[in-house]
Structures are given as structure tokens and as C-alpha cells.
């Protein structure tokens, strides 16, 4: 973790996720698919050094949509793997507090079956998640419902929530390595100390 300070009253229950990159391992699970159904067995986890993969990986286009594709619908969606101990620690977090999971991705499902399936000891009614289609529609949900902070993955979103009072910690991941002013962690060990440090 850097040393930028981090407003640690105005954490506790009004934080928010991101999912991809965040909770779930999806690049992980993108290589696995390239193995699995392309054969393409030369892309390791530190060579996603671009949040969009087009710009980073020798793949055709086409390539990357249909695994993208198969990675955002049934049942590939369903396979992605949490980070470790991301599941201890949200499902700590969500015994204090409601979780607010706030992603890009076009349509709230199957990602909510797979949030909900990680979680078994969270209330479901506890649990919301939203999709908006877009990074910068996340500001909005985040200022109507209230949110200090957001956990993410995406530099550009990063930078534009800090622009409008909202503060991003980084999860910190090969395609965000690039100079910022945000608190970072490197881990769900990391986070979860800031997240449970502070008990109501």
C-alpha cells in the first residue's frame, strides 16, 4: 500500500466493488478459455499489461470478441475464479454491511448468479449489484446511493470518480501500473485490513 492518506471515516459501509479485476479473476479465466477452446497456450497473467486487450495481447480481434463474449454470458461466465481470499473478506465485510457491487458489464446477469454463489454466507437481500454498460455511468450510482469509495481495477474510472469527490483505491493488477495519486493494495489481505479495521 502507498502512503496516501486514506479517509478512514468515511469508509466504513460506504464502500463500494468492482467485480472484474477486483473480486473475480477474469483475466485468469480469459487465458484459460484461449487454452481450452483456441488452443492458445503462449499468454501468461503478466503480459495484460492494457486494460483493453486489443492493445496488448497478438490475438485477432476476433478472437478476443468471442472469448469476451463467452466470459459475460452462460455458463464460461459462471467459471471465473475469486481472487484469493476476496470471499473471506467481502463476506466479513457484508456480516457489517450492505455490498454494493458496481460493474461495466452490459447486463446484471449471470455476474450476479456468480457474485451470489461466492458469497452463501452473505444475505442475498444484502447483496445488490449493478450494471451500467459504461465506466463513467459508475459515478452516477455511486454519488446516488452514497458511496465514499470504490474499489477498482481501471485507472481511467479511477481518475474520473476522483474528479467528481469520489475516492478510488486501486486493486492493483499488470494493466494499472502506470504513475497515480490513489491509495492502492496490492491484495484482498491488504484491503481487508483497511475494510475491517474499524468495527462500528
Not at 473475480?24 to 499468454?43: C, H, K, P, S
Not at 480481434?61 to 475469486?82: C, F, G, H, T
Not at 473478506?89 to 458496481?102: D, K
Request: with cysteine; hydrophobic share 40%; aromatic share 12%.
Amino acid at each position: 500500500m502507498n502512503n496516501h492518506p486514506l479517509p478512514i471515516s468515511q469508509v466504513p459501509g460506504r464502500v463500494a466493488f468492482d467485480i472484474d479485476g477486483v473480486f473475480g479473476n477474469v483475466m485468469e479465466l480469459f487465458i484459460r478459455l484461449a487454452r481450452e477452446i483456441y488452443q492458445i497456450d503462449t499468454i501468461e497473467y503478466e503480459d495484460i499489461t492494457r486494460y483493453y486487450l486489443y492493445d496488448c495481447l497478438d490475438l485477432e480481434a476476433e478472437i478476443i470478441d468471442r472469448l469476451i463474449e463467452r466470459i459475460v454470458d452462460y455458463p464460461d461466465a459462471l467459471k471465473m475464479n475469486p481472487f484469493e481470499q476476496a470471499v473471506p473478506v467481502l463476506s466479513a465485510y457484508g456480516r457489517r454491511y450492505p455490498l454494493t457491487f458496481i460493474t461495466a458489464r452490459h447486463k446484471a446477469e449471470p455476474i450476479t448468479d456468480w457474485v451470489l454463489g461466492h458469497l452463501p454466507d452473505v444475505d442475498p437481500r444484502r447483496i445488490q449489484v449493478i450494471a451500467t454498460g459504461q465506466h463513467h455511468l459508475k459515478l452516477n450510482i455511486l454519488q446516488e446511493l452514497g458511496f465514499a469509495c470504490y474499489i477498482d481495477d481501471h485507472l481511467d474510472t479511477c481518475h474520473y470518480l476522483f474528479q467528481h469527490a469520489i475516492l478510488p483505491i486501486v486493486f492493483e493488477q499488470p494493466w494499472n501500473q502506470e504513475p497515480h495519486p490513489f491509495p492502492k493494495v496490492a491484495n484482498w489481505r491488504e484491503l481487508g485490513k483497511i475494510l475491517l479495521a474499524h468495527p462500528d
